[in-house]
């Protein structure tokens, strides 16, 4: 009996195979956020990159997707919220103004992910320092918007934001305190 190890040899076809399948895990891998850092390390990291000085990130779950909410401060002075959705290149942005110059009608990134501007939201009258901002879904198709802020009286808020017509005559309040 031959115990001798022969050679691998691939044919034309399975190093096609081989090379397709490889090229379709990097793809796959190099799109899917997190995951090919589970598998490489922080070497193989996720980079989101915004244009402005960085406040917060939250995390919600869409499907199989992770939907990750940058917040920052841009040169231009204004706090934005930037989606970052995993192989989708339709991602929102909501840009937050001062109490009194937003718009109430439009309170959803839906039309901001077709034209690529961002959408007005506006901040609470009494807002001195966004502290984060949080997105989280209420339903499939609709999400609710969470920002906690420092007060101008030092208080620290957090302000419910709510997209449908109705649901925007309940949004809802908290109040952070110390103990003591």
């Known amino acids: 009996m031959d115990t001798r190890r022969r050679p691998l040899v691939l044919g034309r076809e399975e190093l096609r195979v081989l090379v397709c ?11 899917c956020g997190r995951t090919a850092s589970r598998i490489g390390g922080k070497a193989a ?17 869409r499907g199989d997707s992770t939907v990750k909410d ?8 204004f706090i934005y919220t930037q989606e970052f959705k995993d192989v ?6 909501i840009r937050w103004v001062p109490h009194g110059t937003g718009s109430d009608f ?13 959408v007005n ?16 879904y209420k339903s499939k198709n609709e999400r609710v918007k969470n920002v906690t802020y420092r007060s101008t009286d030092g208080a620290i808020y957090s302000r419910e934001y709510r997209e449908g017509l109705i649901d925007r005559n309940f949004e809802g309040w908290l109040e952070v305190r110390t103990k003591g």
Do not use: Y
């Open 45 to 61: 990291r996720q980079v989101l990159e915004v244009n402005g000085d960085f406040i917060s990130i939250s995390f919600d779950k």
């Open 106 to 118: 439009i309170q959803s990134r839906r039309f901001s992910r077709w034209t690529g501007g961002a």
């Open 21 to 31: 399948g490889a090229l379709c895990l990097l793809l796959l891998l190099a799109g």
């Open 70 to 77: 940058v917040t920052f401060r841009a040169e231009d002075g």
């Open 121 to 136: 939201l506006e901040l609470p009258e009494d807002c001195e320092e966004v502290l984060g901002i949080d997105i989280g």
């Open 88 to 93: 989708s290149p339709l991602e929102g942005l």
